[in-house]
């Protein structure tokens, strides 16, 4: 009988109508474990080249340090700012679980090894049941409470035991994915012979770049394994030259005389003599015919200079990281022009966007359930002032051309004009009759005559006085002219 071995290699139909994850689903206990630390030797190896590196060490840190920045902003969940009892609420919760130096170790994961792991702990439902239990026996016998009262109360309390009660970091090395085809079923961690399993409700994960539909992250780090490896054998290269010892610096060969000869003796005497730095620059005598070869090499401390350089500077390309962030680089690496500012403000936008998915996913899985939400703070200002700038010549230009339909007796629609002015229905309202008015129309300062009263009454008197004045003058001096 011959086996249809085409069927064994044919591709099934899946059993669900969803996209199918490009990882082999791994939802048994088989996978071959350390007993000793974590599973995932890839990351191991990541992490050793990251502890290896201060090059890389560098590198991530400037990220990890321009993305979390300082304290953040604590708004509702549309934007708008938290009332007084909310925001002290979140400010609790951010210091006393010490969320951003958590968040800052979860960059520090993805940056290395791809992804970051959050945990959000909750009550389980036995536990919850056992406390609103407690409670209730309580305020059973409490005849104060009506039986309304108390299933309000009751029900408040269950919602606040359904909500989070903490956030704290799992170090990626340690985690294990368990998916089918479809879906993430479980979070596995191990380490130091231990195992602790999560549901994905309780894991956050947070994934530096998404390629190839692979449930896994993916970090530079990993593309620049040849890069690290060169960088270690500069290192490497060095360290041993200068672990074997120091090398004569000369070779002085007499050709006619040996040791023990009175010549040789008193030559070697006077090259010991120059070992004192008091005996530099002298002048010594040879008898016979002598040989001085130099042995050292000049140059080896600058040998693989720009290798290295050349190593540094693809590490941070791989990142996005500008020249101007790392000022460590030196000659020609660090001499390259960014015209027009585009590597800086690509590297801003990049920035821009880890901010955004930290925010969008702990936000989404962990804040929304206590009410608030919060915002990275937004230090750089270029993009800011350019945009005002391009607002302020939008505006402009939208004047010269309504001047120019008004010659034509048209103007702009309202639909055109907010949409010039990049303006929604919402953002704008109609002014009433005491805000049409300008602040002099206002106060009426455009009709009132700034002199007093008595100024005023007086006014032809005062002409008067000057136009004798006048007379008196001009008659004095035309006396003056006459003699």
Do not use: C
Request: cysteine-free.
């Amino acid at each position: 009988m011959v086996l249809p071995v085409t069927n064994i290699f044919r591709n099934k139909p899946a059993l669900a109508h969803r996209p199918i994850l490009n990882s082999i689903p791994n939802i048994s206990n088989t996978v071959n474990q350390s007993r000793i630390g974590g599973f995932n030797l890839l990351y191991h190896r990541l992490w050793k080249w990251f502890r290896e590196s201060p090059e890389l060490v560098a590198i991530i840190n400037i990220i990890a340090t321009d993305v979390i920045g300082d304290r953040p902003e604590y708004v509702k969940e549309d934007g708008e700012e938290l009332g007084r009892n909310k925001a002290l609420e979140a400010r609790r919760f951010w210091r006393e679980h010490r969320v951003k130096e958590t968040l800052k170790a979860i960059l520090f994961d993805m940056l290395i090894t791809g992804d970051g792991y959050g945990w959000v702990p909750y009550i389980s439902q036995n536990k919850r049941e056992e406390m609103v239990k407690e409670i209730f026996n309580r305020y059973r016998k409490d005849g104060r409470l009506q039986l309304k009262e108390k299933a309000l109360l009751f029900k408040a309390i269950d919602e606040d035991l359904k909500k989070p009660k903490g956030f704290d970091y799992v170090a990626s090395s340690t985690m294990n994915i368990e998916t089918d085809s479809f879906d993430v079923q479980r979070y596995i961690q191990r380490s130091n012979g231990l195992e602790s399993h999560f549901t994905p409700k309780e894991i956050i994960h947070y994934r530096l770049n998404t390629m190839d539909g692979k449930i896994e992250g993916f970090s530079p780090v990993e593309a620049l394994s040849k890069e690290l490896m060169l960088l270690w054998f500069v290192k490497g290269n060095m360290l041993a030259y200068m672990e074997n010892g120091g090398s004569p610096g000369k070779l002085f060969t007499v050709k006619t005389a040996g040791p023990g000869q009175p010549a040789f003796d008193r030559f070697v005497e006077q090259l010991q003599s120059f070992k004192d730095v008091r005996g530099r620059h002298g002048s010594l005598v040879g008898s016979g015919e002598i040989t001085v070869d130099d042995l050292d090499r000049e140059g080896k401390d600058m040998e693989y200079q720009n290798l290295a350089l050349y190593m540094t500077s693809a590490m941070a390309f791989a990142f996005g990281i500008p020249v101007n962030r790392i000022p460590f680089l030196i000659g020609k690496s660090a001499t390259g022009g960014d015209s027009g500012g585009l590597a800086d403000a690509g590297y801003w936008n990049m920035i821009s966007e880890l901010q955004d998915k930290l925010e969008d996913l702990t936000n989404i899985q962990l804040f929304d359930n206590l009410g608030w939400n919060f915002k990275f703070t937004r230090k750089y200002k270029q993009d800011d002032i350019r945009d005002a700038q391009a607002f302020q010549m939008n505006v402009s230009s939208i004047e010269q051309m309504q001047t120019i339909l008004r010659g034509q007796k048209m103007k702009l629609s309202e639909r055109k004009l907010k949409m010039l002015m990049n303006l929604r229905q919402d953002d704008v309202e109609e002014m009433t009759d005491d805000e049409m008015l300008t602040p002099e129309m206002r106060t009426g300062l455009m009709n009132q005559n700034v002199l007093s009263n008595n100024s005023v009454n007086k006014e032809p008197d005062n002409r008067k006085k000057a136009a004798t004045k006048r007379n008196v003058a001009n008659a004095s001096a035309s006396k003056g002219m006459s003699v």
